[in-house]
């Protein structure tokens, strides 16, 4: 109980002492992201401490088990973006304190959202980490692009979170009731499913959407990652959606576990996840634009953690949590590449990548790890989520839908590839030009890779420490179908 | 009499009502009531589910979320200032200089 506190505490104060302290802080650059950086790293140990303590906090927060993996998936997430915004910090003019704040923020509201057993406290969570990402995706204040695309994901994000709390409004009427057990209890002892339920639930799936992007509600998500700073499109590719994802699986599997619902909801993920790796990769496949091709494969990437859900099992919930662990080191990795060669000169666009293998070998290999982990190459995070999700939804019975997850990580192949052959197999423009890529970022860079390769050859542990942290949710969660 | 059921119908006439506004304004200042407007339908949903089912939970839940709208449209607001900044009108005519 008491670490959990102390990592949630650190996580808020932190970020509202670095936010207090801005005029005094903006004087000392590396003491403000060491303060940072230190928060986040605490905040991580801290959950990792409170691990094996469950409890309860305030009757609807969930400390421990989940909730702890949860911290430290999303501290985690805050701290790699931290260090890729401290390898070139001299960009964000509009406040360096203010952007540490943002991204501890943006970790406590996934974290809240994810232990919450409780619909208000999901809420909060949600829009937390929402508001923080649409102001760090308009951080470029003076940058039309990132005005523009921060404008588009407020209006789109209003929208979600609206739709989203319709849903919880029509389940509060539904459930009678906030707290997750008190909604799984009603409905379990009504004799019919009220009415409500139904509109409820489908508003509740559409928020979800809009939030983690799925298709037919991502149109935000390539121009918000476009005009996005790279660091703030690589938080926002991680950060939330990790945290909706588990949250919306807590939520569907503790509240709405009953088998006459959790067919339904099964069957509107199917379909959601079909279509999201279906539209998201085709979409990729003719970006020029490498940051908008990342914002495409995010969207057939979120399709893929969703075959988990769709399962509805412990196992495809427990692949789901490893997907997201290795997604969130992965794509990290590559918007941080993006970004340290940003800075080091080399532009965004695919074109511009020629020859980098020549150039700067060092940062055009983690890149390349990275991308093999996104396509699903073995030994990277990438496979090891894949493997396990496609496992669960083929357990589960949905062999249909696995054959199109897996025929879609083949065409994915096509645009992860055409990258990598770009950077190593064509000439440059000008290559006599070598890159130098900042120290700090390449620190980033490999701490990422380690996470990615460390997963990807080891996921026992991980799976081991997820599957005991589901345990006592075990008597909730549809077994089959 | 009236029921909860009217209630319902009430937030959810206002919700598309502001479903309307939210997607076929051009003035981003519309487009901000228009979210307004949808979160007061959900408030009116809230609020009377809790007056019906006797539900105290409910109203508590109504005042965080004036709360959470009042930081949204601070966070919207500043956003929209920046659009009129650079370019002059605060509508979405200028925003779509990224689609190439």
């Known amino acids: ?481 | 009499m009236l029921t909860l059921n009217h209630f319902l119908a009430l937030g959810a006439i206002l919700f598309a009502i502001g479903l309307y506004g939210l997607l076929s304004r051009r003035n981003l200042v519309a487009i901000l009531m228009s979210v307004e407007i949808l979160l007061n339908a959900i408030l009116v949903n809230v609020v009377a589910i809790a007056r019906f089912n006797d539900q105290a939970q409910g109203d508590v839940f109504a005042l965080f979320i004036i709360a959470i709208a009042a930081a949204e449209v601070a966070v919207g607001l500043a956003l929209f200032l920046n659009v009129f900044r650079l370019n002059g009108v605060a509508t979405v005519d200028p925003l779509r200089r990224m689609k190439e």
């Open chain 1, 1 to 481: 109980m008491v670490f959990s506190l102390i990592a949630l505490l650190l996580l808020a104060l932190g970020g509202s002492m670095t936010l207090l302290f801005a005029t005094v802080l903006e004087r000392n650059p590396v003491m403000t992201a060491g303060g940072g950086l230190g928060v986040a790293v605490l905040a991580l140990m801290f959950f990792a401490l409170s691990y094996e303590q469950p409890g309860v906090l305030l009757g609807m927060y969930q400390l421990g088990g989940l909730s702890a993996i949860g911290g430290m998936i999303l501290s985690l997430i805050a701290a790699l973006t931290i260090l890729g915004v401290m390898a070139n910090p001299h960009k964000y003019r509009a406040g360096l304190s203010e952007i540490y704040a943002l991204i501890l923020f943006t970790a406590l509201g996934g974290t809240l959202m994810i232990g919450a057993n409780n619909l208000l406290l999901l809420y909060i969570g949600i829009e937390l980490s929402s508001y923080s990402t649409y102001i760090l995706v308009g951080y470029y204040r003076d940058e039309r692009y990132s005005t523009e695309a921060a404008t588009k994901y407020f209006v789109l994000g209003a929208l979600a979170s609206a739709l989203l709390l319709y849903g919880i409004s029509l389940l509060f009427g539904a459930g009678g009731g906030l707290y997750y057990d008190q909604i799984a209890a009603t409905l379990a002892a009504a004799d019919t499913l009220p009415a409500l339920l139904w509109p409820g639930l489908a508003l509740l799936l559409a928020g979800f959407g809009f939030k983690l992007a799925l298709v037919p509600f991502h149109a935000w998500t390539p121009d918000a990652y476009q005009g996005a700073p790279t660091m703030a499109a690589a938080l926002l590719s991680v950060g939330p959606k990790a945290g909706a994802v588990i949250a919306l699986g807590n939520l569907l599997t503790q509240a709405l576990g009953l088998e006459a619902i959790s067919g339904v909801w099964q069957q509107a993920l199917i379909w959601l996840a079909v279509l999201t790796m279906t539209v998201g990769n085709l979409q990729a496949l003719n970006q020029r634009n490498l940051k908008r091709l990342l914002g495409y494969s995010s969207v057939a990437q979120l399709g893929t953690i969703i075959v988990g859900l769709a399962a509805g099992t412990l196992a495809g919930f427990q692949a789901v949590i490893l997907y997201a662990l290795g997604y969130a080191f992965t794509n990290i990795g590559a918007f941080t590449s993006i970004a340290a060669l940003r800075d080091a000169g080399v532009g965004e666009e695919v074109d511009d990548y020629a020859g980098l293998g020549k150039r700067q070998p060092q940062a055009a290999l983690l890149f390349t790890l990275f991308l093999l982990s996104l396509a699903g190459v073995p030994l990277l995070a990438g496979f090891a989520g894949k493997l396990f999700v496609f496992k669960s939804a083929v357990d589960a019975g949905l062999i249909v839908l696995a054959t199109i997850a897996v025929l879609n990580t083949v065409i994915a192949y096509f645009y992860y590839f055409r990258v990598i052959v770009k950077m190593w197999l064509q000439p440059a423009a000008d290559e006599a030009q070598p890159v130098n890529v900042n120290a700090i970022a390449m620190t980033a860079l490999a701490l990422g890779v380690i996470g990615v390769l460390v997963i990807g050859t080891f996921p026992g542990p991980f799976l081991e420490a997820i599957a005991t942290a589901l345990e006592p949710l075990g008597g909730l969660i549809i077994v089959g179908r």
